[in-house]
């Protein structure tokens, strides 16, 4: 769902780099150099942020859309 | 045949030492304990008071146990040697951590920063660690406890991320590594490694001492 908190292999925390460097690869910047800048050394951990895929993100618009509803039939009524 | 230490680097989560003249076994046995029985903070048990998320108890439960906590080492004590006798502890063996999030308007990102402790010192090491995305109208609310534990019991007990022993570049030179995930700093994990050591080894001592070989036979 969310990027686990922790690097699978070593245990380093990574879950608190991550929108920083979803937001640097968004904007152009080779990926390799992101994780360098970060600290990320082993490629255990890089691997945690290269490869990740945050499904939470595909489940949570039905629920802002479910949300817009209810308040939409409640300005109905 | 004199032992010396040098610290060739230290930042806040990794040390480098050099050894010359240090058995390799008794540095293996520094980097071993120093994993697996070096006491930190995690949490432990949870209590979901609500949770409209999308992820489930348990997930959030898991993700709030990885989280590492800074962690004071003389204040607090492990559950088992606690003299409180009750179940959820006593403040010298349990730090609470609370969380109240709705998300209103817009979708929300909750992070450790959103956690509030009742002790100044025992806090994530990190304030921006993903908890949980909440949608408009979505709910958390739990009362977290921590605990004192070591990384036998589970991963997140552990202080280490990656501890190495290996060859120097001179003969009888041996350098010995360690990463923390910053609950401790690698000099508080090394001399609390030491001191479990001598702990270790003083109670085998005695127990040997005590021993009555003319029975035995």
């Not at chain 1, 904007?27 to 939470?56: A, F, H, N, P």
């Not at chain 2, 480098?16 to 949490?43: D, G, H, K, W």
């Not at chain 2, 209590?47 to 906590?69: C, K, T």
């Not at chain 2, 450790?112 to 090491?125: H, I, N, Q, T």
Request: charged share 25%; with cysteine.
């Amino acid at each position: 769902m969310l990027i686990p908190v922790r690097c699978f292999t070593c245990g380093t925390l990574i879950a608190d780099k991550y929108t920083d460097y979803k937001e640097r690869v968004k904007s152009g910047e080779q990926e390799s150099q992101v994780l360098d800048s970060l600290g990320i050394k082993r490629y255990c951990c890089r691997r945690m942020l290269i490869s990740g895929v945050e499904t939470i993100y595909q489940v949570i618009p039905y629920y802002e859309v479910l949300r817009r509803r209810l308040t939409e039939m409640q300005s109905d009524s | 045949m004199n032992l010396s230490i040098n610290v060739l680097q230290e930042t806040d989560e990794k040390i480098v030492l050099q050894f010359t003249n240090m058995p390799r076994q008794y540095l293996n046995a520094i980097r071993r304990i120093s994993i697996s029985e070096v006491p930190t903070l995690a949490i432990d048990d949870v209590v979901i008071l609500e949770n409209s998320s999308v992820m489930h108890d348990e997930a959030i439960a898991h993700r709030l146990g990885l989280i590492p906590l800074r962690t004071e080492l003389n204040k607090f004590v492990l559950p088992q040697h606690c003299d409180c006798n009750n179940t959820l502890g006593c403040s010298k063996c349990r730090v609470l951590l609370i969380l109240d999030s709705e998300s209103t308007e817009k979708t929300r990102i909750v992070t450790s920063g959103d956690l509030v402790s009742e002790d100044e010192f025992v806090k994530p090491v990190s304030m921006n660690i993903p908890i949980i995305t909440l949608a408009p109208g979505q709910k958390l609310k739990f009362e977290a406890y921590a605990r004192l534990g070591t990384g036998k019991d589970h991963a997140k007990w552990q202080p280490t991320t990656a501890a190495i022993v290996k060859d120097g570049n001179d003969a009888n030179e041996s350098i010995l590594i360690i990463e923390t995930t910053g609950s401790l700093t690698p000099e508080e994990i090394l001399k609390s490694a030491v001191n479990i050591i001598n702990t270790k080894l003083t109670t085998l001592g005695d127990v040997v001492k005590n021993l009555d070989f003319q029975s035995a036979i």
